[in-house]
């Protein structure tokens, strides 16, 4: 399971491997180079490719400045899904994803801005 060792702006550091882009951490995979629709937005869609792995709690990381911004619709039909998601900035997201059990828990992460 990857585990988050380090977050600065505009890089994360997983599995001891610097990374640059915007990323999704899942009990079994990491998911490099995410690209959404829309840049700063978060629709459904942007999850379609990781939707059936997702576990119990998904983090959202929005950011250093918070700048990413999920849509209400997204957040809601997660939770219909029976996920747990929690929609920080990216450091207090890094933070949260390290206190649960990485088997429960996925990460979105929005790198930068």
Do not use: S
């Amino acid at each position: 399971m990857p585990t988050i060792e380090d977050y600065g702006f505009g890089h994360v550091t997983i599995e001891g491997e610097e990374l640059t882009r915007d990323v999704i951490v899942l009990p079994g995979r990491l998911v490099q180079n995410w690209r959404r629709k829309d840049g700063h937005g978060l629709v459904l869609e942007d999850l379609a490719d990781v939707l059936d792995e997702l576990p119990e709690y998904l983090i959202v990381g929005t950011g250093a400045a918070e700048q990413l911004r999920p849509e209400a619709h997204a957040l809601r039909r997660l939770r219909e899904l029976g996920i747990r998601v929690e929609v920080l900035p990216t450091d207090q997201a890094v933070r949260r994803f390290g206190e649960l059990n990485p088997a429960g828990a996925a990460a979105a992460l929005h790198l930068t801005c």
